[in-house]
């Protein structure tokens, strides 16, 4: 069984950093490529990031580049999410998720998430 | 990256079938056949149930379908049951290994 869990979300002061995990189980890890994608509480989902199987490629989103790097440790079967410069409108849930193998262009797996709060 | 837009809600009776629609631009929706559909019910995770359009998932219902023109995708849900009430949301590829979301659709069964 596929299985995705988050960890590493809390609450953080604006200007802090975290780092994220998604430990993956259930299927070949370094097989297929991983996304992250936030869902502030009660609105909707907003893609954030995308890594290759290899670590070689990563894509972000405009509202995070510059200060969100995602990687992964495939020996771990773990995915994760450096987060600096927090900002109150990071405030969300994070999933990650498993990016589906033909044509690699939708998520077929997703975690149950890990909240982020960044308050004063 | 504008998000798609999805109307924030739609109800129907059990056993009617419904329609979500999704609206995007020629950089996403009308430029790949690669939009998906998931299902979110409250406190899950999203949950994958249509892609590239119009496949099912496997062990994802028949009941759901999907369709695609020009730059408008759309979800229709078909014999309608309590079990289907949850959010949903489209999802288009826009290039360049990026995507972009719709904000979400309430399905209500009356």
């Known amino acids: 069984e596929v299985q995705l869990v988050e960890s590493g979300g809390g609450v953080v002061r604006p200007g802090g950093s975290l780092r994220l995990s998604c430990a993956a189980s259930?299927?070949?890890?370094?097989?297929?490529?991983m996304t992250w994608v936030r869902q502030v509480p009660g609105k909707g989902l907003e893609w954030l990031s995308h890594i290759n199987w290899n670590g070689g490629g990563t894509v972000y989103g405009d509202s995070v580049e510059g200060r969100f790097t995602i990687s992964r440790d495939n020996a771990k079967n773990s995915l994760y999410l450096q987060i600096h410069s927090l900002r109150a409108e990071d405030t969300a849930l994070y999933h990650c998720a498993r990016v589906g193998r033909e044509s690699g262009s939708y998520f077929d797996y997703w975690g149950q998430g890990t909240l982020v709060s960044v308050s004063s | 990256q504008s998000a798609l837009t999805q109307p924030a809600s739609v109800s129907g009776s059990p056993g009617q079938s419904i329609t979500i629609s999704c609206t995007g631009t020629s950089s996403d929706v009308g430029a790949y056949n690669y939009v998906s559909w998931y299902q979110q019910q409250p406190g899950r995770a999203p949950k994958l149930i249509l892609y590239?359009?119009?496949k099912w998932p496997s062990g994802v219902s028949s009941r759901f379908s999907g369709s695609k023109s020009g730059t408008t995708a759309s979800l229709t849900i078909s014999g309608l049951q309590a079990e289907d009430e949850a959010d949903y949301y489209c999802c288009s590829y826009s290039g360049s290994t990026t995507w972009v979301f719709g904000g979400g659709t309430k399905v209500t069964v009356v």
């Open positions: 259930g299927f070949i890890f370094d097989d297929y490529d």
């Open positions: 590239h359009v119009n």
